[in-house]
Nanobody, 127 residues
């Protein structure tokens, strides 16, 4: 059974940084694409970033481009999201997810294409 556990969330002032981690267990982590999504209170879940299983392809939402960086360490079975220059509008619960067979860009950004999800970690950015 696949298990994804996020960590690294917390409270930070605007302009600050946080690094989220997502540790995977239960299957061959290195063979699957990983993504980060977020859901703010009262809003729908939205795509944040994704990375291919080799790490050579990364994707970002326009709202986080140039501020967030996704990476993965297959030996540690962990995917990271480095978040810099945080804004109050980045406040949300952040989820990592695993995608077994992404074939095109839309597969990476569509949450419905992901097969397993973590429980989420809260990120709060104060102004």
């Amino acid at each position: 059974q696949v298990q994804l556990v996020e960590s690294g969330g917390g409270l930070v002032q605007a302009g600050g940084s946080l690094r989220l981690s997502c540790a995977a267990s239960g299957r061959t982590f290195s063979s699957y694409a990983m993504g980060w999504f977020r859901q703010a209170e009262g809003k729908e879940r939205e795509f944040v970033s994704a990375i291919s299983w080799t790490g050579d392809r990364t994707y970002y939402a326009d709202s986080v481009e140039d501020r967030f960086t996704i990476s993965r360490d297959n030996a540690k079975r962990t995917v990271y999201l480095q978040m810099n220059a945080l804004k109050p509008e980045d406040t949300a619960v952040y989820y990592c997810a695993e995608n077994l067979y992404p074939r095109r860009y839309s597969d990476y950004v569509n949450g419905g294409e992901y097969d397993y999800w973590g429980q989420g970690t809260q990120v709060t950015v104060s102004s």
